[in-house]
């Protein structure tokens, strides 16, 4: 009985996140709307990854366990880039959950990225998916801590933080969605298509962003 009330919360997280994350997307940037979605994407997620652990450990499913501390991780710091706006002044100092945001999921990314080396050594490729999510999760754990111990020289750190970490925990929360509902294709391709895909958007986002920004700056300069 307790398995299926965690499997409810975990599909209604699910469904939340990627509605209201599409949502978020689509509004006006600071808006209303934009940051009322934005509060459900996160507690969407927040949801749906507290049950997955609960789930990978009532079942023994390691793989799930990791993949569910990777995902949250990616929500945990879309999130947190919010409240750590001033980290580039030097004198704002981050909060016990902040270290916590990166410490912790790097451990699991360690251990999923050696699980996938051993499946791979051991003939299955499907290994790929831990060495690329155990690499990706370390990437981001690592740029996360930088930031408290080099102080972040743009202002707006906060914004792509921000992009990069809500938008990579909507591409796990949509690889989830195809996984479960897509089984004609190779199990590789569908895990790994929407990170391949997703991850080219944000590249593309974030450099029209970064364009955006030098932009205004420079007309600032003109008009000062």
Request: proline share 4%; net charge positive.
């Amino acid at each position: 009985m307790l398995f299926k009330i965690f499997l409810i919360v975990h599909i209604a997280g699910g469904s939340i996140s990627l509605i209201a994350g599409f949502i978020a997307m689509l509004a006006f940037k600071g808006s209303s709307v934009h940051r009322k979605a934005g509060k459900f994407f996160f507690w969407g997620m927040t949801g749906a990854s507290s049950a997955a652990v609960y789930l990978s450990i009532a079942h023994p499913n390691p793989f799930l366990l990791m993949i569910a501390v990777f995902s949250y991780q990616l929500t945990a710091t879309g999130y947190r880039s919010l409240y750590i706006k001033k980290l580039f002044t030097g004198t704002e100092k981050p909060k016990f959950v902040d270290w916590l945001i990166g410490i912790v999921p790097a451990v699991f990314n360690i251990s999923i990225l050696v699980w996938g080396i051993n499946k791979v050594s051991q003939g299955n490729n499907f290994g790929i998916t831990g060495m690329v999510f155990g690499s990706i999760g370390l990437l981001f754990a690592f740029n996360w801590l930088r930031g408290f111990f080099i102080p972040p020289k743009l202002k707006q750190h906060w914004l792509f933080s921000h992009l990069r970490g809500f938008g990579a925990a909507y591409i796990a929360a949509t690889t989830a969605f195809l996984v479960v509902n897509i089984k004609f294709l190779p199990p590789l391709l569908v895990w790994l298509s929407p990170t391949v895909v997703g991850a080219a958007i944000i590249t593309v986002v974030t450099i029209n962003y970064r364009r955006k920004l030098s932009r205004n700056q420079q007309i600032k300069y003109i008009t000062d």
